[in-house]
């Protein structure tokens, strides 16, 4: 038997160690679950639906925010990109840790003091209500599908290598798993059930990330030089897979591909609609501050453990057999487990489905996160502000919510099953040029300019977005190459896989045409309390 057929044999198709894999799978679903249901019976109004009643302290926030934030693409993603492509995967790591530099020194605050449950809050305090919040709904629910679709796509990827299931209709089974329970979650538990859910996830992932990098630098005695020579040797690159240029560096193309993702990477986090209104469940702005250092650090330490396991992974496994599991390397990971506990002995069995396992809570929890923000926004901004025209009662607002889990779960399932072979580091960049790029340059302009106008908002997030979305859809990754959305066709116009280096600029370049161009009279009476509310704190919900 082929060393390909043999782990996968060993990680889904022996009945004997099944039972196991399920009985844990299953323990950790039940207890989330429980969590949530627990969380549930205390969400009695708005503010528990939205944001947790601001009832969470600075360290409980910033380990629900390592939480949401330690996705399938931090932990499935990266690690089999660095195992696949070595140190041009890495830079996702750095991009997405960078990243919270931006989100501490401009947003954190000023986001917690300015608005109330979402980011509509703040562009709506000093701009025409209808418009701002109907376009803010918008970008909020596009980048959280985008997002989305990276935690299904690794969801129905791992639960399928679990369970020895091949066929397309299995997988897609498996997605559309997650959507349910994603809804059951969010309906259940709001914002309480959800950041309990993430805090009990980050733990776990930490603890995971923490037993496999000390299992592999035990298996090179602690010699790093070791485990990266074995990694570079097994790759079949040679050196070249410790330096730079393996993925982004063949050509002119992936060059401006790279500096395109770096791009969307670091600007991204700050316009990330499920991380911004983490910022609303902390009672002061100070808290606000904390959580996000203690974000800072967690994320920090657990991206450095990606080193271990995505080399470790390229040091142990030959790289066929982890593209034969997974064509862009999401299951390095769970299978790094396998060949650390043995692939043909119980704890092998036992360490794939407790990495896995812990992967999956992972991806639940996120997807909980993503799907509240996108559902409360709809329901906030939407129904309750443009709809309903602030005439909607708490109990409608709430209901409208929970029925928008449930469009946006569907939506989900659909897009995710088609995502379900590619690489979800890659499609979670694409949600951080989106958010952005419509979200990022709105939020500063709001928050930080004076002149800003109504007209130079809706630009900038329409713009944004519109330029954004377009340009991925005429891009690789929906078509013209075997790693695409739709491999059998192609209508791609666009060279590069992320669209930042175009439609970042282009959402702050049109902020400021919109504004300068618009006949509009900015209320200097709104910003300047805007201004003083941001700064500190009066009037703060």
């Known amino acids: 038997m082929s060393p390909v057929a043999h782990t996968l044999l060993a990680a889904g198709e022996a009945s004997q160690h099944r039972p196991l894999i399920v009985t844990l799978f299953a323990v950790f679903v039940v207890a989330t679950l429980c969590i949530t249901v627990w969380a549930g019976r205390q969400t009695r109004g708005a503010a528990d639906f939205y944001a947790g009643g601001r009832q969470f302290t600075g360290f409980q926030n910033g380990l629900a925010v390592s939480g949401d934030y330690m996705s399938a693409a931090s932990f499935l993603g990266i690690a089999g990109a660095i195992a696949l492509f070595g140190y041009d995967g890495f830079l996702y790591s750095v991009g997405f840790l960078v990243a919270w530099l931006v989100a501490l020194l401009l947003v954190a605050e000023p986001l917690r003091n300015s608005g109330r449950y979402t980011m509509g809050d703040v562009l709506a305090y000093r701009m025409r209500q209808r418009p701002v919040r109907t376009a803010a709904g918008v970008s909020t629910i596009v980048v959280s599908v985008f997002y989305l679709l990276a935690q299904m796509a690794g969801a129905g990827v791992l639960v399928s290598l679990l369970l020895g299931i091949t066929s397309d209709g299995g997988k897609i089974g498996v997605v559309a ?32 990330a923490l037993l496999l990098t000390f299992l592999v630098l035990l298996k090179f005695h602690f010699n790093v030089s070791d485990l990266l020579g074995t990694a570079a040797a097994n790759s079949g690159k040679g050196t070249a897979f410790l330096e730079p240029g393996l993925k982004y560096g063949a050509t002119g193309t992936s060059k401006l591909d790279f500096v395109s993702l770096g791009i969307a990477l670091v600007l991204g986090t700050a316009g990330l609609p499920h991380i911004l209104i983490r910022f609303y469940t902390v009672p002061t702005a100070k808290a606000a501050r904390k959580s996000v250092i203690w974000a800072i650090s967690l994320i920090g330490a657990f991206y450095l453990m990606t080193l271990a396991i995505g080399f470790g992974a390229a040091a142990l496994i030959k790289p066929a057999e982890i593209i034969a599991s997974n064509k862009a390397g999401t299951t390095a990971a769970p299978l790094l487990a396998l060949h650390l506990g043995g692939v043909d002995s119980s704890l092998g069995a036992i360490m794939l489905a407790t990495i896995s396992a812990v992967a999956f809570a992972t991806i639940l929890a996120v997807v909980a996160g993503l799907t509240l923000a996108s559902s409360s926004s709809f329901a906030h901004d939407i129904y309750a502000n443009v709809i309903r025209k602030g005439q909607a009662t708490e109990k409608q607002e709430i209901g409208a919510a ?130 003083v509310r941001s700064l500190t704190g009066t009037g703060a919900h």
């Open 402 to 531: 929970r029925w928008a889990t449930v469009g946006i779960g569907a939506v989900s399932i659909l897009l995710g099953a088609l995502a379900r072979d590619m690489n979800v580091a890659g499609l979670v960049a694409l949600a951080f040029a989106v958010a952005a790029s419509a979200n990022l340059p709105t939020l500063l302009y709001s928050l930080f300019w004076k002149r800003f106008t109504t007209t130079g908002a809706l630009w900038s997030i329409y713009g944004g977005l519109v330029t954004a979305v377009g340009l991925v859809l005429f891009s690789p990754v929906v078509s013209g190459s075997p790693a695409s959305m739709f491999p059998g066709v192609d209508f791609h116009w666009f060279p590069l896989e992320n669209p930042g280096i175009i439609s970042i600029p282009v959402g702050f370049l049109l902020g400021i045409a919109g504004t300068l161009l618009s006949k509009e009279d900015p209320d200097a009476g709104k910003y300047a309390e805007l201004e």
């Open 177 to 208: 798993l997650v959507g349910v329970l994603m809804i059951v979650y969010v309906t259940i538990g709001g914002m309480k059930g959800t950041t309990w859910v993430q805090m009990v996830k980050a733990v776990l992932l930490i603890v995971g």
